[in-house]
């Protein structure tokens, strides 16, 4: 708003000016209003300049200044207002291409959840979102949103997650399958329970995402930074020479005017805006335009292992009954006494079980980091469920490889589960494509055993295993990376990650939880549950940056070739800032084809 207003006032202060000059027949006053507008003009870029080189960059306004005040001083004061409309012009329509290139971030905050349907014992009630708590249930009617992350009690219905994931099939959602908030419900109603907060859902956390990547446009402009300072010395040799030759200092402003960097200003910043958008409608949120540059040039790349390359959703593996007890049996009362429970292993438990064979409970106890106690009356029988020590402390310690829960019935041992983490689908393919794009180092970073971690890694074609580590581990490992093979990226799960994504040159994050999401630590979060956008945001990044140099390299050419045209002469200065809006145009409209999609890798 604030680049419209001075390009309106601009607009004015021109208006005025012909008027009075030909109109009222008064150029000289027509000349003054133009000169005082373009001094106030000059003054404040030369203030915004100074404060650009204290904070280290390289300032790409000087030869706009220099313009302003060359065609000033030898009189083209139509020139300099040509110029001053450019300029004020130029930053009002990067206003709109910016708004124009972000309006698939800016759609997720239009349709915010607001209230839900609270089931209570009288019946339901609306109540504001905030209100919800964890382990809630709440009634989802056809074509609602989904309030807060939480999962399918009851029901069965089809979700449309594009506005969250980029995913536009909709997604079939069964009980005890995840619901994420700000998904829409289909044609028919399902009850939920509620497993995150508000504030923790995955809506809230994209909304935190996509006002932190609109606060930070500022650091879009350093790749135009590099080609500031050659080409602010050609234009002043080539503008220098036309007026050593002509002997006229108005060529030297006629030089200047058509050198203005407009091209540098516009083309950088709207290319990695509309690059970002981009990789919004295929469900990856990159907070700014630096990470973009950065992932663009990454030559390695590092993987944690569980919910990165494997699901991190356990499944059942093997049901071990003791004497007494089959696996049928062992499987039913687990699966009953953790039926109301939220835990991860529990849903496991409860999922591959059969709805029609859990027991109805009578009482059930949770006790924090050890398990459930349940009792049931139909039976007479009271089961733990848990970790071993907590289960059966008598019973000698059991070495396990793999993740089990125990139980016990009446205070007798009766046996374990176990759980396995699958390799995700799509992670060789994954791994395949950023060995195509030619990565350099692909690592695997896990605190998991090292034959585990070397299974899972010679499934997906990674060579380079690090097991057993630790997140100082980690750490220590990344800074380790040599130069040669930097920026490095990391990819985890956001939260037991954090410290490595903010190690990282780049960190990416699967965030297909709220929690995930809302990871400060991270660059980049891939909001769909799919490794295979890990590449896909490389390539975007790619040709992004391709477009976006493409788009300053053809500014800076058509730039030249003006130049030197002016430096014959053969330009005046008036009809060269009219052709400078021409290299504007061409700068904007081909940073803009950043958002469309194109095929990428094949």
Request: aromatic share 4%; net charge negative; proline share 4%.
């Given at each position: 708003?604030k680049h419209t207003l001075k390009f309106s006032l601009t607009l004015l202060i021109g208006l005025m000016a012909l008027i009075t000059a030909f109109l009222f027949k008064q150029p000289l006053w027509a000349q003054i ?39 000033l001083a030898v009189g083209e004061y139509w020139a300099a207002l040509m110029v001053l409309v450019m300029l004020t012009g130029g930053d009002s329509l990067e206003d709109y291409a910016a708004h124009k290139a972000g ?446 140099r493409q788009s300053v390299l053809i500014g800076i050419a058509i730039c030249v070739i003006l130049m030197l045209i002016a430096s014959t002469g053969i330009v005046p200065a008036l009809i060269g800032a009219m052709f ?23």
């Amino acid at each position: 708003m604030k680049h419209t207003l001075k390009f309106s006032l601009t607009l004015l202060i021109g208006l005025m000016a012909l008027i009075t000059a030909f109109l009222f027949k008064q150029p000289l006053w027509a000349q003054i209003i133009v000169t005082m507008a373009g001094s106030l003009v000059a003054l404040s870029m030369m203030i915004e300049m100074v404060k650009t080189l204290k904070s280290g960059k390289y300032g790409i306004d000087l030869l706009a200044i220099t313009a302003i005040i060359a065609t000033l001083a030898v009189g083209e004061y139509w020139a300099a207002l040509m110029v001053l409309v450019m300029l004020t012009g130029g930053d009002s329509l990067e206003d709109y291409a910016a708004h124009k290139a972000g309006r698939e971030l800016k759609a997720l905050l239009d349709n915010s959840p607001q209230t839900a349907h609270l089931i209570e014992a009288a019946g339901l009630r609306d109540v504001s979102v905030d209100q919800l708590q964890i382990h809630d249930q709440v009634l989802i009617k056809p074509g609602e949103l989904v309030p807060v992350d939480g999962h399918v009690l009851d029901g069965q219905s089809l979700f449309d997650e594009s506005s969250l994931t980029g995913e536009s099939q909709p997604v079939e959602k069964a009980p005890q399958d995840e619901l994420m908030s700000g998904s829409v419900n289909g044609d028919t109603s399902i009850t939920m329970q509620v497993d995150q907060l508000a504030a923790d859902s995955q809506y809230q956390a994209i909304v935190k995402l996509v006002e932190a990547s609109a606060n930070q446009p500022a650091k879009f402009v350093r790749m135009a930074d590099r080609y500031a300072v050659p080409f602010t010395l050609v234009a002043y040799i080539i503008a220098g020479i036309a007026w050593w030759v002509s002997k006229d200092p108005v060529r030297f402003a006629e030089v200047l005017v058509v050198a203005s960097p407009c091209p540098l200003i516009l083309a950088a910043p709207i290319a990695l805006i509309s690059g970002m958008s981009r990789a919004s409608r295929n469900g990856i949120i990159i907070k700014n335009g630096t990470t973009i540059e950065k992932l663009a040039g990454a030559k390695a790349i590092a993987f944690d292992k569980t919910g990165t390359i494997t699901n991190g959703q356990l499944t059942l593996d093997q049901v071990v009954p003791q004497n007494g007890f089959t696996e049928a049996s062992l499987l039913q009362l687990a699966a009953s006494a953790e039926q109301e429970s939220s835990h991860i292993l529990a849903r496991s438990l409860v999922a591959a079980s059969d709805a029609a064979t859990r027991l109805p409970l009578t009482d059930l106890q949770e006790v924090t980091g050890a398990g459930v106690i349940a009792t049931f009356a139909a039976t007479q029988q009271t089961v733990k469920v848990g970790k071993l020590n907590f289960v059966a402390p008598e019973q000698p310690t059991a070495t396990l490889k793999q993740t089990a829960v125990h139980v016990a019935v009446n205070d007798q041992y009766a046996g374990y589960i176990t759980f396995i983490d699958h390799l995700r689908a799509e992670a060789p393919k994954t791994i395949q494509e950023l060995q195509t794009l030619g990565f350099q180092q692909l690592t695997m970073l896990t605190g998991d055993q090292q034959a585990t971690a070397d299974q899972i890694a010679q499934q997906v074609g990674i060579t380079d295993v690090h097991a057993g580590c630790l997140p100082i581990d980690k750490i220590h490992l990344l800074e380790q990376t040599a130069p040669d093979n930097r920026p490095i990226v990391m990819v985890g799960d956001g939260v037991n990650d954090a410290p490595s994504l903010a190690t990282a040159d780049v960190g990416i994050a699967m965030g297909a939880h709220g929690a995930t999401a809302a990871s400060e630590s991270a660059d980049v979060v891939i909001l769909k549950d799919d490794l295979n956008r890990v590449s896909r945001a490389v390539q975007i990044a790619r040709d992004t940056m391709s477009i976006a140099r493409q788009s300053v390299l053809i500014g800076i050419a058509i730039c030249v070739i003006l130049m030197l045209i002016a430096s014959t002469g053969i330009v005046p200065a008036l009809i060269g800032a009219m052709f400078q809006e021409v290299v504007d145009t061409v700068s904007i409209l081909y940073s803009l084809k950043a958002r469309k999609d194109r095929p990428l890798l094949k």
